[in-house]
């Protein structure tokens, strides 16, 4: 989907309601103008997607929470960036003029939040407590706002450049799904689990090297030996479910059992059924 197209169609249609100086159009503006807020949202999460968790992929809609969340995998994700470049010269040094290619401007993540909740109150009927304080639909309050929305989106949307993304990165494939994963080194040092945003499996990077700026990417998995013959068994934790087969090949059954943790339960140790 062309999340950036539909940003531009929805703050095109704000823009109109706007111009028209209607009130009852107010309303429709501020649903245009909300509509615009959770594209830009959509459009900067589709750059991130080898670095997103499951959830925010799966779940979260929101645009204050997609947000909150890209600036936690990227400091950086509300920043706007001038990008410019420059040749190489045949001794692999910067050689001439710099170019300017444009820049990418985000939103801040604390705006996000605030305008999309001050659209939201526009769009509900007061509580009764709101009546009872006196609150009531303030069409000039609601005007001014909307139009300091709709002037940051233009100048988000108006930029040349989007999705600009580059850093210090290990890229791996899940080993459960095969899907790409991407994390930034900054990322992998805090110690945090890596999840993958398609299947959820879980990872720890272990430094690897003298240099440390390399990683051993260990899935987590429950492991166990085998009671009947001793072979070391183990099933990464995406595929975890009760219930699961984990039969050794040496033939002793098993499947896994969900109680207060996870257990092995051995088609042996089963008790026989009792006759009525």
Known sequence: MQYRFLAKEHLKRASGLLATGDTDQLIYACLELRKCIEAVSYELLNGYLAEAPMKLIMETWQPDKVFKELVRIDPSAEQNTLIRVRRQGTDGEPNGPWRSMGEDRRPKSAWVSKAFHQLGSFLHIPTIRQQREGGTFDAVECRQRAVLIQDELT???????????????VNFDCTSCKAPIRRRSLALDKGSPIECGNCGQLYEAEPHGSEGKQYLIVPHSLSWDCPACGEKRDIVQSKVKDGVDVSCKCGDRAVLRLNSEWVLQREADAEPPTDA
């Open 155 to 169: 100048r988000v949307l108006g930029a040349t450049v989007w999705n600009f993304n580059i850093a210090m990165a």
